[in-house]
T-cell receptor
Framework: DAGVTQSPTHLIKTRGQQVTLRCSPKSGHDTVSWYQQALGQGPQFIFQ???????QRGNFPDRFSGHQFPNYSSELNVNALLLGDSALYLCASSPGHSSYNEQFFGPGTRLTVL | GQNIDQPTEMTATEGAIVQINCTYQ??????LFWYQQHAGEAPTFLSY????GLEEKGRFSSFLSRSKGYSYLLLKELQMKDSASYLCAAPNSGYSTLTFGKGTMLLVSP
């Protein structure tokens, strides 16, 4: 049973560019959440998708957008990249979106913005 | 909003016991999670407490006091592989998404 998978593993972009990160949830999970983790910090919640809709959003600007597909996989898009967007981007899936559902994390995508 | 506080770093010796504390202020309470994260890897689930008291899982135990807004993770018989960041996290407003503390970096030395 494959866990949460993310692609690519690493990515280098320059300021102003756009990036798309991808996530496939754990089998049987229908809810996907995205987190940004800067070096030395805890993960910060970006948004959550359930039934192909954004259900909850953290304190991130509109440059961060996402999508969920009918097979529950998800994309995170970031436009007009800034140096401060350099971070580990984590995808987490859960079998539902209530507070009692444990989140399973993927290995992350390391984004470097130059 | 939610606020979670934990120490930045701790050091301990192999074979010893260490307690990592976490204090929280949340809008509504829906339990508290502990995750372990090795450098460059994904966080992995350790425990979830929703009721007061101590829950034991092998070498790891987690304690919760809702009235005090306080939790701790207890690691016994420390091993070198326990060197990692330990993250305390609370669910957001009834959702499965989490607000994390900044993490406690634990260094286990021989």
């Amino acid at each position: 049973d494959a866990g949460v998978t993310q692609s690519p593993t690493h990515l280098i972009k320059t300021r102003g560019q756009q990036v798309t990160l991808r996530c496939s949830p754990k089998s049987g999970h229908d809810t996907v959440s995205w987190y940004q983790q800067a070096l030395g910090q805890g993960p910060q919640f970006i948004f959550q998708y359930y039934e192909e809709e954004e259900r909850q959003r953290g304190n991130f600007p509109d440059r961060f957008s996402g999508h969920q597909f009918p097979n529950y996989s998800s994309e995170l898009n970031v436009n007009a990249l800034l140096l401060g967007d350099s971070a580990l981007y984590l995808c987490a899936s859960s079998p539902g979106h209530s507070s009692y559902n444990e989140q399973f994390f993927g290995p992350g995508t390391r984004l470097t913005v130059l | 909003g939610q606020n979670i506080d934990q120490p930045t770093e701790m050091t301990a010796t192999e074979g010893a016991i260490v307690q990592i504390n976490c204090t929280y202020q949340t809008s509504g309470f829906n339990g508290l999670f502990w995750y372990q994260q090795h450098a460059g890897e994904a966080p992995t689930f350790l425990s979830y407490n929703v009721l007061d008291g101590l829950e034991e899982k092998g070498r790891f135990s987690s304690f919760l006091s809702r009235s005090k807004g306080y939790s701790y993770l207890l690691l016994k018989e420390l091993q070198m592989k326990d060197s990692a960041s330990y993250l305390c996290a609370a669910p957001n407003s009834g959702y499965s998404t989490l607000t994390f503390g900044k993490g406690t970096m634990l260094l286990v030395s021989p």
